[in-house]
Nanobody, 121 residues
Framework: QVQLVESGGGLVQAGGSLRLSCAASGSILRIADMGWYRQAPGKQRELVAV???????NYADSVKGRFTISRDNAQNTVYLQMNSLIPEDTAVYYC???????????????WGQGTQVTVSS
C-alpha cells in the first residue's frame, strides 16, 4: 500500500517560516494532484493548497501570497513553504496524493499522518 510520510512541522513565532515535506512511497505508477489540508481544534478540515502533475496550483485565500506549494515528481514529494506565519495558521497539516498504484485500476487518495504546526503570538 502507498504511504505518505510528512515532516517539517514545529513551533515557530509569528512572522517566521516553516517548510513541510511529504514523500509518497510504495507501489506507485502515477500521481496526479497532490495537496495540503489543515485542521485546527474544533474546526473543519480545510484545503490549503493543491498542485497538479503539470504544476498548476491553487491556494486558499487565507494563505495566498504567504504559502507556496511545489513538488518533485522524481521523488514523489510535495512541499509547502510557509512564510509570514500567523497564529491562525496553527493546525495539524495533512498532505494528500491521488495515486494510481501498480496493482490498481483507478486513482485513490492517500493521506499523510499529519504534522503539527504551532505559531505563537
Amino acid at each position: 500500500q502507498v504511504q505518505l510520510v510528512e515532516s517539517g512541522g514545529g513551533l515557530v513565532q509569528a512572522g517566521g517560516s516553516l517548510r513541510l515535506s511529504c514523500a509518497a512511497s510504495g507501489s506507485i505508477l502515477r500521481i496526479a494532484d497532490m495537496g495540503w489540508y489543515r485542521q485546527a481544534p474544533g474546526k473543519q478540515r480545510e484545503l490549503v493548497a493543491v498542485i497538479s502533475s503539470s504544476g498548476s496550483t491553487n491556494y486558499a485565500d487565507s494563505v495566498k501570497g504567504r504559502f507556496t506549494i511545489s513538488r518533485d515528481n522524481a521523488q514523489n514529494t510535495v512541499y509547502l513553504q510557509m512564510n509570514s506565519l500567523i497564529p491562525e495558521d496553527t493546525a495539524v497539516y495533512y498532505c494528500n496524493a491521488d495515486v494510481l498504484g501498480t496493482n490498481t485500476d483507478r486513482f485513490y487518495r492517500f493521506w499523510g499522518q499529519g504534522t503539527q504546526v504551532t505559531v505563537s503570538s
